[in-house]
């Protein structure tokens, strides 16, 4: 069993338009643009990171914006919920919060004694603000959300499979230990890990999911560096896991590998971090691009990326 994994790194998904994208995280849900950057395999399409202040890693939401991209049809084998933390107390401003904003689908639940608010992103993308009670993360306030309401980062992520069983083999191998289950939902966490150590895995019979906007693409674990990340890609290979080299996102490494059940996981390295090619007082703000992608920097502004209005 594995012992470098901290929790989640970033969750990344995809969505119709760039506009609406950031203005429902950072005006609606008060997080930070952290990075406004390209997809580095197809540098005609943004990337956007959304997080706390710092970026710090278990706060880290990112898209891939596809302009008019079709939207996904939910299904198995993909990530159905991401889940972040808020504080105890404050559902009732996020209801109120969330319907002035025009949000759709609110619904209050309680689950694993919980209480939690079900909501839908502007592509349909399902979120879960959880109350957390014991989350010492450190919010990101400057964007009209107090700090005794504000998300903290992410609680948990919700992976929805036809079959749990390999599945939860796969994350017991990773360093997560079942927790509880209720109904048909299985939770897992990090003994020791981040505040962002939460998966659940729900069991539903239904056909693979398509992906498309409002999907997620993939979800990263965090482990602290580089020779960690060795040692978890080369106990998954010798465990008959195909995993990718290790590729360098300029702001963390990763690995990519698939899961039994068909999600992409991902483990990333907390270092270098955000900061490496900004000021974190301007984090997000400009337009930063890779190296190998800088020359076309002038093509990328005038005929593929949207500006973006905050
Ligand atoms: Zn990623």
Partial sequence: MLNQINGLHHVTSLASGAQSNNDFFTKTLGLRRIKKTVNFDAPEVYHLYYGDGAGTPGTVMTYFPFPNARRGNPGTGEVGITGFAVPEGSLPYWQ??????????????????????????????????VETDDDTRTPWTNNGVSE????????????????????????????????????????????????????????????????????VHHIAFSVDNRERQLEVRKALMDTGYQVTPVIDRDYFYAIYFRTPGGVLFEVAT????????????????????PTQHEHLRAILEQKYLEPIID
């Fill in 270 to 289: 907390n270092e270098p971090g955000f900061d490496r090619d900004e000021d974190t007082a301007h984090l997000g703000e400009a337009l930063m691009l």
């Fill in 96 to 129: 109120d919060r969330l319907a002035t904003f025009d949000v759709k689908n609110i619904k209050s639940e309680t689950t694993f004694g919980q209480n939690r608010l079900r909501f839908d992103g502007p592509d349909r993308d399902g979120f879960v603000l």
């Fill in 148 to 215: 005794d309401v504000a998300i903290r980062g992410f609680h948990s992520a919700d992976i929805r499979l036809s079959d749990v069983g390999a599945s939860a083999e796969l994350l017991r191998f990773m360093g997560y230990e079942k927790l509880e289950q209720q109904d048909n939902v299985t939770r897992f966490h990090i003994p020791g890990g981040t505040a962002a150590n939460v998966i659940d895995i729900t069991e539903v019979n239904a056909p693979s999911a398509h992906q498309g906007a409002g999907s």
